[in-house]
């Protein structure tokens, strides 16, 4: 039997684009108020991309960042993971542009559309490489630009979303230092395409005049089955990880960053404080890929990594797509 090497988190960046969106431009945009949003969502502001970037401009900026952090060259890293469903096109993959523009020259690359689940399962399949020998170093981003595809006269949507991106480098322990992996899961749940989708643009609906005159390139969201299963999944997965190692190991959870009240119902189930939970929802909405490592550098930077214990990060969206990612600060 082969044994697997011990991987770590070596690096973590964050970029987010300059421009707020804020509750009070919305309303000039719909049928809206500032009270709405913040009560229903906790989300005060979201940003978003300039005219001249692209997902891969905002990944860039984030995996700079994450390389840096982790004292690593460019030309050491073997493998580029972009988890996005707004890559730059819909082919080729947005992890190559990144790879050719960061100078990782030894380095192959894909993407890999998960949704909001995408950062979590990125990092599994990467730690999993490196684990086997496959590869030593692996750079994962999560990188969105959401607001290309929402809808802005459609207050369903336009409210809970921003634009962002978060980069993590993987690497052996040994080198890493800290943020040991310990594991995770990829799970979903079938038969749920139409509760949040992208409806047009692939084989299903290929972009024709009609597609777009119905608007069907946007998002479309049915709120209230998301919000049940969100809650669900969440506290599910935080309970799985407290059956294995005690409540008393978690230092800290970086959910997927949804939607504030969905995160307060699933502590409440959990019956877990709100000071065990990392959130920055307030500041950039839900960013899909981006939300967990944006939150986790963050976390790292707020002092709220504790060296020794577990880093619980529960992701789920659209698929619907669910799973976690655990490591040991
Ligand atoms: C979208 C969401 C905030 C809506 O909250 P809700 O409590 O379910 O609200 P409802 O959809 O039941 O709507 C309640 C009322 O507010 C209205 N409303 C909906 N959106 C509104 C908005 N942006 N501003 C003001 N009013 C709004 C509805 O029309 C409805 O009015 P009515 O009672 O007169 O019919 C909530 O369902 C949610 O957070 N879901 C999860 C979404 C999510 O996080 N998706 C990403 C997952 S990765």
Redesign the pocket.
């Known amino acids: 039997m082969t044994t697997l090497i011990p991987v770590g988190m070596a690096g973590l960046g964050r970029y987010v684009p300059e421009r707020r969106l804020t509750n009070q431009d919305l309303e000039k945009l719909?049928?809206?108020?500032d009270d709405?949003?913040v009560q229903?969502?906790g989300i005060r502001e979201r940003r978003i991309a300039a005219p001249d970037q692209v997902t891969s401009t905002l990944a860039l900026n984030a995996a700079r960042l994450a390389l840096a952090d982790a004292r690593m060259e460019p030309d050491e890293i073997d493998l580029v993971i972009c988890a996005t469903v707004t890559g730059d096109q819909p082919f080729p993959a947005t992890a190559c542009r990144l790879g050719l523009d960061l100078g990782c020259k030894r380095a192959g690359g894909f993407d890999l559309g998960a949704?909001?689940s995408g950062f979590v399962f990125s990092s599994q399949v990467a730690a999993g490489m490196i684990q086997s020998g496959q590869a030593k170093n692996i750079l994962v981003v999560g990188a969105e630009i959401l607001s290309r595809i929402l809808d802005y006269s459609d207050?369903?949507t336009c409210?809970?979303f921003g634009d962002g991106a978060g980069a993590a480098v993987y690497t052996s322990l040994e080198r890493a230092g800290r943020g040991e992996f310990l594991g995770g899961s990829i799970g979903m749940e079938g038969g749920a395409e139409g509760i949040?989708a992208q409806p047009a643009g692939g084989s299903r609906h290929p972009a024709t005049a009609s597609t777009v005159e119905q608007k069907l390139h946007y998002m479309k969201?049915g709120?209230?089955k998301?919000?049940r299963f969100?809650v669900r999944v969440f506290a599910e997965l935080v309970q799985g990880v407290i059956d294995k190692y005690g409540r008393d190991q978690i230092g800290v959870i970086v959910p997927?960053q949804?939607?504030q009240?969905?995160i307060e119902s699933a502590m409440e189930q959990l019956s877990m404080p709100m000071d065990s939970v990392f959130c920055n929802i307030d500041r950039y909405g839900?960013t899909?890929a981006a939300s967990v490592p944006i939150a986790l550098r963050e976390a790292l930077e707020a002092g709220r990594l504790q060296k020794g214990k577990l880093v619980v990060m529960p992701a789920?969206?659209?698929g619907m797509a669910w799973g976690h990612l655990l490591l040991r600060w």
């Open positions: 719909v049928d809206t108020s709405w949003i229903r969502t949704a909001c207050r369903n409210e809970l949040l969201m709120g209230t998301v919000f969100a997927h949804v939607n009240r969905i839900n899909s789920f969206g659209a």
